[in-house]
């Protein structure tokens, strides 16, 4: 029975024969497999219909804060300290008075010239009263004409001491004034530089203190030539339109200056040391955010771009040599690889200045694993980009700068 059971073994053809049978089985399932992928279809995509648009040339800059006015504080009379009345650092107004100087001196000038003026006023009137006393006299021929007129040039002589009398009176009310050192303009006072019983004098080199005028105030932005030119190339060309320039500030902890500035003017001269144009800008600063000397970052834009696309950035890829491209729909619903060129980012979307025409279906998704020419299937993304056409947009957005790849 056991004899029965035994099967017996294949020789050498009938192996051959077995793995013949099990090759051609694979080959057969490695066609079906085939035969399967390529019948995958055509590709899903969704895509965008991109249009230009009004997109503003945004710069960044670095910026120093300047003081719209700040007046050194000298002495215009010489004399001893007696009083400070102002608190450094403290708000003061025009005119408020700063320090008092002993006004002593000044005073008894003032009451001399005072007198003088008095003594001369009644010499005039004598020797007016003199001449009028020898007119009828002298055409009665009781006095000679001689010393009419003597009387007359006496009279004329003392009205001049008058005067000259007022003016000396002036003048030391005028020394006496400057005993009272005021704020030339409001601001912020400074450190004082003198304490109270400090002799000055009158004009010296060092200043008493400072006052700084800090609202509005300055930003002084340095942009270089090469960008300025650049910007007018863009103008002469066409498509690039100039606007009215808006400055945004960041502050030197990160943060957003909340109030918006305006660019006054540009400087005329090259800095020779930096090759760079200063742009002064202006900006409100109730608050005394803003202090002279310090570094910020100015944000503005000084045109538009009405030639650009915004491409959601999710459909721009980079080769290996970091040339950017993307994908769009083509005749025959197939893929179209196109190379363009971007300038920067805005917001969720790159600036895309070359490579697309208005009307373009740019694919946003489905396009990781497409290849030029592939077939595909596109539909409407179910949202659009964000497009701005406004400055204002564009300043209020932080813009990353130029992409590097």
Same mark, same amino acid.
């Given at each position: 029975?056991r004899? $029965? ?9 009938? !192996?051959? %024969?077995? &793995? +013949?049978?099990? #090759?051609? *089985? ?19 995509v969704?895509?965008?219909v991109?249009?230009p ?8 800059l670095p ?9 050194q ?9 007696l009083?400070?009345t102002?608190?450094?650092?403290s708000?003061?107004r025009q ?5 008092q ?9 003032? $009451?001399?010239?005072a ?6 006023? !009644?010499? %005039?009137? &004598? +020797?007016?009263? #003199?001449? *009028?006393?020898?007119?009828p006299?002298?055409?009665?021929e009781a ?8 009387a ?7 009205e001049?001491a008058?005067?000259?009398s ?8 005028i ?10 303009i ?16 009158a ?17 002084d ?5 090469s960008?300025?030119?650049?910007l007018?190339?863009s ?17 030197p ?10 660019v ?8 020779q040391?930096?090759?760079t ?8 600063n109730?608050?005394a ?9 100015a944000?503005?834009?000084?045109a ?7 491409v ?6 980079r ?5 950017a491209t ?11 690889e196109?190379?363009v ?7 969720s ?12 279906k740019?694919i ?12 595909i ?5 179910k ?18 700068g130029?992409?590097t790849?």
């Amino acid at each position: 029975m056991r004899d $029965a059971l035994k099967l017996p073994r294949p020789g050498p053809i009938g !192996a051959i %024969a077995i &793995a +013949a049978t099990l #090759l051609l *089985a694979s080959c057969g399932s490695s066609t079906d497999a085939g035969k399967s992928a390529g019948n995958r279809g055509p590709a899903a995509v969704a895509y965008v219909v991109v249009e230009p648009a009004s997109v503003p040339v945004v710069q960044v800059l670095p910026g120093r804060v300047a003081a719209f006015q700040a007046v050194q504080v000298r002495p215009q009379a010489t004399g001893v300290i007696l009083r400070q009345t102002f608190r450094e650092g403290s708000f003061v107004r025009q005119g408020q008075t700063l320090y008092q100087i002993d006004p002593s001196q000044y005073q008894a000038a003032a $009451a001399q010239a005072a007198a003088n003026l008095q003594s001369a006023r !009644a010499n %005039a009137d &004598a +020797a007016r009263a #003199l001449a *009028a006393r020898y007119k009828p006299l002298a055409e009665m021929e009781a006095v000679s004409k001689q010393d009419y007129t003597n009387a007359v040039a006496a009279a004329r002589q003392a009205e001049a001491a008058v005067a000259q009398s007022q003016a000396a009176l002036h003048s030391a009310q005028i020394n006496l004034r400057y005993s009272r050192v005021p704020a030339p303009i409001s601001g912020r006072a400074g450190l004082s530089n003198v304490n109270v019983g400090t002799l000055v004098t009158a004009n010296q080199d060092t200043a008493l203190t400072t006052v700084t005028q800090l609202d509005p105030i300055y930003v002084d932005i340095q942009q270089s030539t090469s960008d300025m030119l650049n910007l007018r190339q863009s103008f002469s060309q066409g498509g690039v339109l100039q606007t009215t320039t808006q400055v945004r500030l960041k502050l030197p902890n990160g943060a957003d200056y909340p109030i918006t500035g305006t660019v006054d003017f540009s400087q005329v001269v090259v800095d020779q040391n930096t090759g760079t144009v200063t742009l002064r800008a202006s900006f409100a600063n109730p608050q005394a955010v803003l202090l002279p000397g310090m570094y910020v970052s100015a944000q503005f834009a000084q045109a538009v771009n009405t030639t650009a696309f915004l491409v959601p950035q999710q459909a721009v890829s980079r080769d290996p040599k970091g040339t950017a491209t993307l994908f769009v729909v083509g005749p025959d619903n197939h893929a179209l690889e196109r190379t363009v060129v971007i300038d920067r980012t805005q917001g969720s979307s790159w600036v895309v200045t070359q490579g697309l025409a208005a009307g373009d279906k740019v694919i946003v998704e489905g396009a990781a694993n497409l290849r030029d020419g592939d077939r595909i299937r596109p539909a409407p993304a179910k949202r659009e980009p964000a497009r701005s056409g406004a400055t204002e947009a564009a300043v209020n957005s932080h813009p990353s700068g130029k992409p590097t790849g």
